[in-house]
T-cell receptor, first 110, second 118 residues
């Protein structure tokens, strides 16, 4: 199918690491993205990874890509209450075609 | 402009009325996208513009939905004879378009227009 799948909810304690997982479907996707959506706002790009990379690190964020299993993950180190939001993964299948997951709602407990 | 601007931010309308939603993309972005986000759902692709043309309208849910873009800039999404199932947040995004490279593929989103049909 065409779906990009994510678990719906994740709850972590402040200071712990969060890992948000995503399974995509098209092995020819060139780029994969993570977006963050805070309440009442649009989607904000967090990071992206090119399909020939296995890992990308950007401050507290680490993206891991397993092309064989079509699995993408986002790890947030030292999670803070301000990280509470919905996180979307997306794959880019061509010039303009982006397929988004259903989003994972991250709740950070103080 | 500095970001993608959408208006109105909130719209409440009665069933059967027509509504227009506006998107002003980032200056210089040739590609423009409309998505719909229903409560608890992911993003549903509606339409994509490259310049003023719309190569892909496949996501428009019915013939009550239409969109246009003029001057390669502002876009309007029109929903005629609104139904309650049209209630959602309508998100607009823009990107550099066909120039290629990682930068060209990044979508920048507006804050959305929340439509409520009573």
């Amino acid at each position: 199918g065409e779906d990009v799948e994510q678990s719906l909810f994740l709850s972590v304690r402040e200071g712990d690491s969060s890992v948000i997982n995503c399974t995509y479907t098209d092995s020819s996707s060139t780029y994969l993205y993570w977006y963050k959506q805070e309440p009442g706002a649009g989607l904000q790009l967090l990071t992206y990874i090119f399909s020939n990379m296995d890992m990308k690190q950007d401050q507290r964020l680490t993206v891991l890509l397993n092309k064989k299993d079509k699995h993408l993950s986002l790890r947030i180190a030292d999670t803070q209450t301000g990280d509470s939001a919905i996180y979307f993964c997306a794959e880019n299948r061509g010039t303009y075609k982006y397929i988004f997951g259903t989003g994972t709602r991250l709740k950070v407990l103080a | 402009g500095a970001g993608v601007s959408q208006s109105p931010s909130n719209k409440v309308t009665e069933k059967g009325k027509d509504v227009e939603l506006r998107c002003d993309p980032i200056s210089g972005h040739t590609a423009l996208y409309w998505y719909r986000q229903s409560l608890g759902q992911g993003l549903e692709f509606l339409i994509y513009f490259q310049g003023n043309s719309a190569p892909d309208k496949s996501g428009l849910p019915s013939d009550r939905f239409s969109a246009e873009r003029t001057g390669g800039s502002v876009s309007t999404l029109t929903i005629q004879r609104t139904q309650q199932e049209d209630s959602a947040v309508y998100l607009c995004a823009s990107s550099l378009g066909l120039a290629g490279g990682a930068g060209a593929n990044v979508l920048t989103f507006g804050a959305g227009s929340r439509l409520t049909v009573l």
